[in-house]
């Protein structure tokens, strides 16, 4: 099964945004009071010297990979990751909320994005390997389901196994009489990650590992517009409907595949970073007149300290 609850943000957004501040006198005043006043340097001595070299580190990486990709990452499919992101959640303006809940903005989520497909072309560049990838994943189904949940440890409210399998089998029953796919989802899915958009899971192919192989089977078994006889998984009782099914183009499936080949990459040998971000590093001469931070640097290309 898939993980339904996904994180918001790419990992890329896990680089911090904090502003940095190397005024030695104190620089703006955030805050002001008749017992003090708060001030740039007051929050720099505050953070403590390994988070601001972290930070300081990562804002770096953040410039070099976008001055360094700039010109390859694909405007267009950064607009459509961030619709798909929007759909996924409600809408732009639940989006938004959500986004300004971890203290991010629109804009913010773009950058992550722009980021993160910048990483992935300072990781993994082998165009032949993605081109094999894209043969066995080419075909695409667009897939929607409704999950009727089984109580658990992990999941407290939901039903019995017995009283689970019976609204299943009633919404099925519902869908066969005409039923609206999307409206029952709505009102019968506790797939919260999804239930509001119709059930909607968006596209995948065969390959794709993120669902349990009962829920592969059924689902892949399906053609355009078909839907399932009640499926049961550890998640509970599934109904499954292929939306639509298509053969991508290449270019439509790079960068999805380019990034999972990146992460299957980075897997398998963990110095690939630290080995790329060195070579980008010396490329653009990046140094600091911080100890500190020279330190953090020198460590984290040395593969002892995480770029994330």
Partial sequence: MKKFKKAILPIALSISVIGLAGCSTGGTKYISSKAGDVTEKDIVESIGASQLSKTATSMMIQKVLLDKYKNKIDQK????????????????????????????????????????AAQTYNWYTNDDKLKESYEKNKHQYHLAHILVSVKSESNPNGLSDEEAKKKAEEVLKKLKDGGDFATLAKENSNDTANASNGGDLGWSSKEDNSFVKEFKDAAYALSKDKISDVVKTSFGY????????KDSSFDELKPALAEKAAEEAVKKDSTIVSKA?????????????NSDVEAYIKSMLEGNTSAQ
């Fill in 238 to 245: 599934h109904i499954i409907k292929v939306l639509d099914e």
């Fill in 277 to 289: 971000l060195k070579k980008l590093f010396e490329e653009y001469n990046v140094k600091s007149s």
């Fill in 77 to 116: 499919t950064i607009d459509e990751q961030l619709q798909k992101a929007q759909e996924q959640y409600g809408g732009k303006d639940k989006f938004e909320q959500l986004l300004k809940q971890q203290g991010f903005t629109l804009d913010k989520y773009k950058d992550g994005l722009k980021v993160k």
